[in-house]
C-alpha cells in the first residue's frame, strides 16, 4: 500500500515536535562543527601564509658561530691506490672564518692547513682548499651549533669525510650513561676487511659498555659479535677506551652525540658515530629540510667510493626527494635523484622502505641523523643529515612554495 495515502505513517504531533527539536539540535551542532571547521580553515590558511618557506620563522646562523676551539674526526676512503686513514686534531677559527687545522692520522704524521671558511644564514659552510691537492670544503652546521659535518678530498687522493665537535662544557664518564646507537663505516683496500656496521650499546656510569643482544649487523650480514669494553670521558670531552689506543673520540656539548676513530680488527680504519637513544619522536620529526653528507667504502676499482653531499625534504608524512641540483659528489657527478618515503620509529630508528639494508637513528635533538646502507653501485654508505626539522612541513607537495594545493591538503588531511 502507498504510504503517501496512510494518514498514519505520520507520527503523532508530540512526536513531530520532538522530531524538530531534536532537528532543530542537529542543525545547531552541524552549524557550530561548520563554524569549528571554517575557524580551523581559516586558521590553517593563516598558518600556511605565516610559514611558508618565502617568510618562515627558521634557525639563523653567522660567522661568529665558527668562532672557538672544535675537535675533529676524520675517515679517509678511496681506491686501492688512493691514501686512506684515519685522523684526528683541533681546529680553531675566529668570528671572520680565518681558520687552522691540526690532524694527526693512524701513522702519527702531523699536519696542518690554513683555510678561510665562509657560513651562510642557512648554516652551509664552505671554503677553498684546506690541504695541499685537496678541493674545497663543504659542510653544515646543526642547529644548536655544537657539531658540523663535512665532505671534501684529501690531499693524498682520498675521500673525506668529518664530523667537528665544539669544545667547551664539562664531562664525566657518567655522561656516557645509558643506550647508544652506534654507526661505523670502515675504509681499506683489497687487504683488508671494509664495510658498514651498526649496534646498541648500553654504558653504566663507570663506562662499561656491551651490546644490546641481536642489535649488531655489518655489511657482510653477520649478526654476531662480541662487544664489550670500558669507556673514560675527561673533563673536557675526550673518550678513550681501555686497551685500545688508537681509539679517540669526542662527546659534543649537548651530550647526545659522540664520534670516534680507530683501527678496526680486519686491517682497515674505523669511524664511529654513536647518537644517544631515549627520546620519543614521530613521523613528524623528519619534516623539513636535510643537508645529507655521506662517505662510501670499498676495496676494489669495481665499486663506487666517493664522498657526497645532497639536501633533502621531507614532509610530515615521511615523504622526500633529492632537492633538484642539489647532489654532488667528489667526482663532479651532480646527476642523482631521489624519490621515496622515510620511517622514524618512536624510539628514534630511521628506515627507508625499497632501501632494506639502510638503518638509522636519529638524535635526542632531532636535528641530526646518522645511518649507514649499501651503495648502488657495490661500496658501503655511512651517511649523516644535519637538519632544519619542520621548515617546510605545509609544503606537502615540497615544490617550494605554500600553495592552495598545501591549503586543500592540510584542509582534507584535518577534515578526516
Known amino acids: 500500500m502507498n504510504c503517501l495515502n496512510q494518514v498514519r505513517c505520520l507520527p503523532p504531533r508530540r512526536h513531530i515536535c520532538a522530531t524538530k527539536q531534536a532537528e532543530s539540535q542537529v542543525g545547531g551542532e552541524k552549524q557550530r562543527l561548520a563554524g569549528a571547521t571554517c575557524t580551523m580553515l581559516i586558521v590553517g590558511m593563516i598558518l600556511l601564509m605565516v610559514l611558508s618557506p618565502g617568510t618562515k620563522a627558521g634557525q639563523r646562523f653567522g660567522m661568529t658561530d665558527l668562532e672557538g676551539a672544535w675537535s675533529v674526526h676524520i675517515l679517509t676512503s678511496g681506491y686501492p691506490d688512493d691514501f686512506q686513514s684515519w685522523a684526528h686534531g683541533t681546529v680553531t677559527c675566529d668570528g671572520k672564518g680565518s681558520s687552522v687545522w691540526r690532524v694527526t692520522n693512524e701513522t702519527g704524521w702531523t699536519n696542518q692547513a690554513s683555510a678561510t671558511l665562509t657560513m651562510n644564514a642557512e648554516g652551509i659552510i664552505t671554503a677553498p682548499i684546506v690541504s695541499p691537492g685537496g678541493s674545497a670544503f663543504h659542510g ?31 664531562f664525566t664518564t657518567s655522561d656516557l650513561a645509558g643506550t647508544w646507537y652506534w654507526h661505523g663505516l670502515v675504509s681499506g683496500d683489497e687487504n683488508t676487511w671494509t664495510g658498514w656496521w651498526y649496534v646498541t650499546t648500553v654504558v653504566d656510569d663507570s663506562g662499561r659498555f656491551k651490546l644490546v643482544e ?95 653531499h645532497v639536501t633533502t625534504e621531507v614532509d610530515r608524512r615521511g615523504n622526500g626527494q633529492f632537492v633538484p641540483g642539489s647532489y654532488l659528489d667528489c667526482r663532479g657527478d651532480t646527476d642523482n635523484t631521489w624519490t621515496g618515503t622515510m620511517r622514524l620509529a618512536g624510539d628514534g630508528v630511521v628506515t627507508i622502505p625499497g632501501m632494506p639494508t639502510f638503518h638509522g637513528a636519529a638524535s635526542l635533538g632531532k636535528d641530526i641523523w646518522v645511518g649507514t646502507a649499501d651503495d648502488g653501485g657495490g661500496g658501503y654508505d655511512l651517511m649523516i643529515s644535519v637538519g632544519r626539522p619542520g621548515g617546510d612541513e605545509f609544503d606537502s607537495d615540497m615544490d617550494g612554495d605554500v600553495d592552495f594545493i598545501d591549503f586543500a591538503d592540510f584542509a582534507n588531511h584535518w577534515l578526516n
Do not use: Q
Open 140 to 170: 653544515a652546521m646543526r642547529n644548536n651549533k655544537d657539531t658540523i659535518v663535512f665532505t671534501l678530498n684529501d690531499g693524498g687522493g682520498g675521500y673525506n669525510l668529518g664530523i667537528c665537535t665544539r669544545n667547551g662544557g664539562t
Open 214 to 308: 641481536g642489535s649488531y649487523l655489518n655489511s657482510d650480514g653477520e649478526t654476531v659479535r662480541t662487544l664489550n669494553g670500558t669507556m673514560n670521558v675527561t673533563p673536557d670531552g675526550v673518550i678513550t677506551i681501555a686497551g685500545k689506543p688508537d681509539a679517540h673520540g669526542n662527546m659534543n656539548i649537548s651530550k647526545d652525540l659522540f664520534v670516534m676513530t680507530m683501527n678496526d680488527g680486519g686491517g682497515g680504519y674505523s669511524l664511529l658515530v654513536a647518537v644517544k637513544a631515549g627520546g620519543t619522536f614521530t613521523s613528524r620529526d623528519l619534516s623539513g629540510t636535510w643537508y645529507a653528507y655521506g662517505l662510501v667504502s670499498g676495496s676494489s676499482y669495481d665499486d663506487h667510493i666517493v664522498w657526497y
